[in-house]
């Protein structure tokens, strides 16, 4: 079975400063997707990142960056120059078929 | 930019009753998926619909569910009786083939009472 951990219930970082979000998943498959989504207030799911497993460059969006290590099977979330509009809970996902989601990582921006 | 919908926003019901769940996917996509997700806890999956038929379900999806794509644009989820822990917020979810993301929905926050 696909599971994905997140260990990190809560971070906090400071405005401008970076801040990197851990991510482990378990799987079998080789060819698979890795997804970071954030949940605002809202709780609307908004993709941050995605990466797929048979790439080995890291993906980049903006000031959005992962670590994607694939023989570790870890995923790490970077969010550089962290904004007030940052906070949220974020979720790493994998798919294979479908979709498995981690339990979260609150990220708390302080001005 | 085009986006999934989903209605109603909140839904509140008693305890045993039968609840629908709509939701438009974008219209060119292809793969049609619900997640709950409990108050708190993480997104948790549903189910899988794909070329009018399940493709997938987990665990949770249990004889009370059942989803179907009545028309080329709709995708409900149907709870048949619920029950105090069927309380989530709802989100469908769909996406094109091939590797891309699913693009979710606002969610549906269902109050079983």
Same mark, same amino acid.
């Given at each position: 079975a696909q599971t994905v951990t997140q260990s990190q219930p809560e971070m906090s970082v400071q405005e401008a400063e970076t801040v990197t979000l851990s991510c482990t998943y378990d799987t079998s498959e080789s060819d698979y997707y890795l997804f970071w989504y954030k949940q605002p207030p809202s709780r609307q799911m908004i993709l941050v990142i995605r990466q797929e497993a048979y790439k080995q460059q890291n993906a980049t969006e903006n000031r959005f960056s992962v670590n994607f290590q694939k023989a570790a099977k870890s995923f790490s979330l970077k969010i550089s /120059?962290?904004?007030?509009? /940052?906070a949220a809970m974020y979720f790493c996902a994998y798919r294979a078929n479908d979709m498995r989601f981690g339990a979260g990582t609150r990220l708390t921006v302080k001005p | 930019e085009p986006e999934v919908t989903q209605t109603p926003s909140h839904q509140v019901t008693q305890m045993g009753q039968e609840v629908i769940l709509r939701c438009v996917p974008i +219209?060119?996509?292809?793969y049609f998926y619900w997640y709950r997700q409990i108050l708190g806890q993480k997104v948790e999956f549903l189910v899988s619909f794909y070329n009018n038929e399940i493709s997938e379900k987990s665990e949770?999806?249990?004889?009370?569910f059942s989803v179907e794509?009545?028309?080329? +644009?709709n995708f409900t989820l149907k709870i048949r009786s619920t029950k105090l822990e069927d309380s989530a917020m709802y989100f469908c979810a769909s996406r094109t083939g091939g590797p891309y993301e699913q693009y979710f929905g606002p969610g549906t926050r269902l109050t079983v009472t």
């Open positions: /120059d962290s904004q007030l509009g /940052d | +219209s060119n996509h292809l949770i999806f249990d004889d009370q794509r009545p028309d080329g +644009s």
